[in-house]
């Protein structure tokens, strides 16, 4: 046991003081491991982030059902939901009614009406230039902020606002915050999204850690040469080359660890705002950070010592067994089979998937993954050995890839599964988003706002429409009025009134004029036949108080949203339903001046002084849920993260190569070999690696996109223009990174390079 | 007779280290000329200052008449690919090409075709008798088989001279011995002049002439042999 203690020290001597070049490359180490540890810890800090998110929003949400009397414990509140230049706000009315009524979390004081607690990211944009045209907006008065205990995250917009308008009709009635049940369950789809995404990221990471920490591990296989000249015997050098390895990772860890402090710095900021978080959240879980620190040196050990397999260290230098031994390819196929059996049952879609899917999905697209790690050196071993033929540039290359394609694999290895992984999650991404996207049908070009108002006296001639009409970038307004029409079997429609441009935001209706009536057609529409009398009632509570019988010439038209298809609807413009008391409308359709920037946020300023509680919409063609767009955003970045991280290890690992090399680039030059000629066998050597791995990344990133796409109950469709992208992108990486190891090239191959010869 | 290549007070500097000092040398065609001095002398550098490998500091390298010092990099390559030849101490084969291919290989730089390239290689390795292992790797090879390797690979373009640095300074004697006559041998039939760095008074007996190289300058001896 002291020989192993006294033979590891060694090691790890030798790596802090071998001189420059042991510095050199243990700098490279850890810096290589430190970048996979920070993303690790940062992989790791989300569960943390998420939950006390989620427990902060959790203490301020309310239960809406409760059907409380008023007392000295309660209190009123209305919801507001708004929009700034496409920021979201959110906030509630307070009305307390009694000396115990309970303030929200992180507000300290009851808000008499007009005065608002904001959040400091809501507070700096009202007091900022930008927030000028914000400002006023409910009226406020701005009497301090919101606390970190009643907020998601710093950057997010949002506020309470005294008031002392509230009814029990226009808000509701709670005793308390907090409402553990308003934590939303993840739906199947996002879920099986989720988990891929973070296997598709994790792994390259992981890749990335054990090439990094065989940085430089040709110049430390000589100097283990070195010691076995003076007596060491293979064991004892192994254990010497663990304890240099140990160092490394080590470092890496503390590396990491600062990388990381940094990176929570930077993150914090660089989130959308929705979703940004307090430092104090950017915590790793300690379970998961455990394991970070122990299997991070553990691996960097095990990848050394498999590393050494292939090696015989002598006293006078290194053997590397990398004659014709061929590799074999049954057991690399054992893990990608074993990953695709785990993924096949999803083939039947994840309904019929008992809980605890997640699991099996990201053993089976880790164990995929892997798998193309697997097989890319025998891929590329066996293609390399049929390669032949070409010029000087492509020969040397070739060449150099038959005797020792291990170096070139490893550096492409993690583009290969960063690939294939991105390709499968953006296919699963693109399936799942046809899914979660409305195609809204709306006609955008008569009215680009719409907002539905509850409380106001939206009377045509009344103040409130006056107001509307009259603000600067409203051009015109239209209203659309809602009545209950009950069949005489009973059945209940929808029936609009408002004007052809009004009712076109419900229906396809192309020829009209008023008078005209249609009925939206759709899979659960009943049908109706014109001289059908409906009685009319004003809400959904209410018995019919007047009848109305459908006239000649009704025509069916298409719903402009698959969402419209639930019930039937009955569109009408006034002089269909004459003699008929409509009430007041309710929707507002809204035409904005194209050429007012600012007309959106006006509109929405006016509508909050009619109507705290109305939210304006802009009218979209196509609404996409918001957590996909977050995804696909994430997904964005940490695929670009991830290119820039394999892009900086393959930079590391070609500059290695060309250090190593430069005894035989001098000689090389020294015939006269064209640097041309030189570039070329280096864009080769790099080259085609990556377009094998890239190969082999497309066809399983594509056939696990298709089984994640049957998973997700989607139809299998390949998305070739992200698919094209992200191979792009990819060989645009290593192109780069090429290119960037040009000058380098160069200087070794300029006459100063050439003087050790 | 005029000199095939010549050196006029040629200095060069790493640094503050002055390698060359105002060192002046002739060559003739098809001569053998060794390149004597302790070590740190500056015979290499004057070695690659001669090949096109160094551009001097000051002076002038010419050779065939032309400067070589004022000749753009591209230039110098093209001299090098064509007209001179190098054979190093550790051989500096190229290790994944086989034997058979590396010496093919300036060849293929001068733009021959691969087939006439490997024919010609082939007939240089027989004649060095190496052709065993034309189709084996270097590191397959031994030290000796290796050095005759690359000088075949020094010889097959026919170049005009063949630039030695201490060609057998990795080989026991009696495969040094081997190395030098072989290569000496082929050097006088295809008419090539040789320069020969060596600190072995055994190898630099296979010269007409010597220089001696002593603090970056040349004193120059002539042998009648």
Not at chain 1, 32 to 49: I, K, Q, S
Not at chain 1, 351 to 360: I, K, L, N
Not at chain 2, 163 to 177: I, M, V
């Amino acid at each position: 046991m002291r020989r192993w203690f006294t033979e590891l020290s060694l090691g790890v001597r030798l790596s802090v003081a071998g001189g420059r070049s042991s510095v050199a490359r243990l700098a490279m180490i850890s810096v290589g491991v430190g970048l996979g540890v920070a993303m690790l810890l940062f992989a790791a800090t989300v569960p943390a982030v998420v939950s006390a998110r989620d427990a902060r929003i959790g203490a301020r949400a309310v239960d809406r059902s409760l059907d409380l009397p008023r007392g000295e414990d309660t209190v009123l509140l209305m919801d507001v939901k708004s929009e700034f230049r496409g920021r979201q706000i959110d906030g509630y009315l307070v009305q307390a009614e009694g000396a115990r009524s309970p303030l929200p979390p992180g507000v300290t004081r009851r808000l008499a009406p007009g005065e608002m607690v904001a959040s400091p990211a809501m507070k700096r944009l009202l007091d900022s230039e930008e927030g000028a045209l914000l400002r006023g907006r409910w009226g406020e008065r701005v009497v301090g902020t919101i606390g970190a205990a009643g907020l998601g995250g710093p950057g997010e917009l949002y506020f309470y606002q005294g008031s002392d308008r509230l009814t029990e009709e226009s808000g509701y009635r709670v005793r308390a915050f907090g409402d553990a049940e308003v934590a939303q369950g993840v739906p199947p789809v996002l879920l099986l999204l989720g988990v891929v995404g973070l296997v598709v990221l994790l792994l390259p990471v992981l890749i990335f850690v054990t090439t990094a920490v065989r940085f430089g591990s040709e110049s430390r296989d000589r100097q283990l040469a070195a010691l076995r000249l003076v007596g060491s015997d293979a064991v004892m050098t192994r254990r010497i080359a663990a304890g240099e390895t140990l160092v490394g990772a080590v470092l890496g860890l503390l590396t990491g660890g600062l990388f990381f402090l940094g990176l929570g710095a930077l993150a914090g900021r660089a989130v959308p705002e929705r979703f940004s978080f307090y430092p104090a959240d950017f915590r790793p879980v300690p379970l998961l950070a455990l394991l970070v620190i122990v299997l991070v040196p553990v691996s960097a050990v095990l990848v050394t010592q498999s590393a050494l397999r292939r090696v015989v260290v002598e006293p006078l230098g290194v053997v590397r067994r990398s004659g014709d031994r061929r590799r074999r390819l049954w057991w690399r196929l054992i893990l990608p089979v074993a990953g695709l059996a785990l993924l096949y049952p999803l083939h039947e879609g994840l309904d019929q998937r008992a809980e605890g899917f997640e699991y099996q999905v990201m053993a089976g697209v880790a164990l995929l993954l892997v798998g193309v790690a697997l097989l890319l050196p025998w891929l590329v071993e066996a293609t390399v050995h049929r390669l032949g033929g070409g010029g000087v540039a492509w020969e040397l290359a070739v060449r150099r890839l038959q005797l020792d394609s291990g170096t070139a694999v490893r550096a492409v290895s993690g583009i290969a599964v960063s690939v294939a992984g991105v390709i499968a999650l953006q296919g699963l991404l693109v399936a799942v988003q046809a899914q979660y996207t409305r195609e809204t049908g709306h006609v955008t070009d008569r009215y680009q706002a719409v907002a539905a108002l509850r409380l106001a006296d939206l009377d045509p001639a009344g103040p409130a429409m006056a107001r509307l009409k009259s603000t600067p970038g409203v051009e015109a307004v239209g209203t659309a009025a809602w009545l209950r029409a009950v069949d005489p079997q009973g059945g209940s429609m929808t029936l609009r009134v408002g004007e052809c441009g009004v009712l076109r935001q419900f229906g396809k209706v192309a020829e009209c004029a008023d008078g005209d009536v249609f009925v939206v057609t759709g899979q659960y529409a009943p049908a109706v036949a014109a001289g059908t009398t409906f009685g009319l009632a004003e809400s959904f509570y209410e018995e019919p108080t007047q009848e109305w019988t459908l006239p000649g010439g009704v025509r069916p038209v298409p719903p402009v949203d698959d969402m419209l298809q639930a019930g039937g609807i009955i569109l009408a413009t006034p002089g269909a339903v004459r003699g008929v008391s409509t009430p007041l409308p309710a929707d507002v359709f809204v035409a904005l001046d194209p050429g007012d920037t600012d007309a959106m946020e006006r509109l929405r300023n006016v509508v909050a002084a009619v109507d705290p509680s109305a939210y304006v919409r802009p009218v979209e063609l196509r609404t996409v849920e918001a957590v996909l767009v977050t995804m696909r955003q994430g997904l964005l970045v940490g695929a670009t993260a991830l290119l820039l991280l394999i892009g900086a290890s393959m930079l590391v690992n070609v500059v290695e190569q060309l250090r190593e090399r430069r005894r035989l680039l001098a000689v090389l030059v020294a015939f006269g070999t064209r640097r041309g000629t030189l570039t070329g066998s280096v864009l080769y050597q790099v080259a085609i690696p990556v377009l094998l791995g890239l190969v082999l990344a497309v066809a399983t990133g594509t056939g696990l996109g298709a089984v994640l796409q049957s998973a997700a109950n989607a139809p299998v469709r390949f998305d070739w223009s992200g698919i094209g992208a992200t191979s792009g992108a990819a060989a645009l990486v290593v192109l780069l990174t090429t290119v960037a190891t040009m000058p380098l090239l160069w200087r070794l191959t300029k006459p100063g390079g050439l003087r050790s010869e | 007779m005029q000199p095939l290549l010549t050196a006029e007070d040629v200095t060069y500097s790493f640094g503050p280290t002055h390698a060359l000092d105002s060192a002046s040398l002739r060559v003739y065609a098809g001569e053998v000329l060794a390149l004597m001095g302790p070590s740190g002398s500056g015979k290499s550098t004057l070695l690659h200052c001669l090949a096109g490998i160094l551009t001097p500091d000051s002076g002038q390298v010419t050779f065939d008449g032309r400067d070589i010092t004022a000749m753009s990099d591209t230039a110098r390559s093209a001299l090098r690919r064509t007209d001179f030849g190098f054979v190093f101490q550790f051989g500096q084969l190229v290790p994944e090409l086989s034997c058979l291919e590396n010496v093919a290989l300036p060849l293929r730089l001068a733009g021959v075709g691969r087939r006439e390239a490997q024919r010609r290689s082939a007939e240089w390795l027989e004649r060095l008798e190496v052709a065993d292992v034309a189709g084996k790797r270097p590191g397959q090879a031994s030290g000796g088989q290796g050095q005759r390797v690359a000088v075949a690979r020094a010889l097959v373009t026919r170049p005009r001279v063949i630039f030695a640095d201490e060609p057998t300074g990795a080989l026991d004697s009696l495969n040094g011995e081997r190395v030098m006559q072989l290569f000496i041998a082929a050097a006088r039939d295809t008419g090539a002049a040789v320069v020969l760095v060596t600190h072995e008074a055994r190898v630099a007996a296979y010269s007409d002439r010597e220089a001696v190289v002593r603090d970056g300058r040349v004193r120059e001896q002539e042998y009648a042999r």
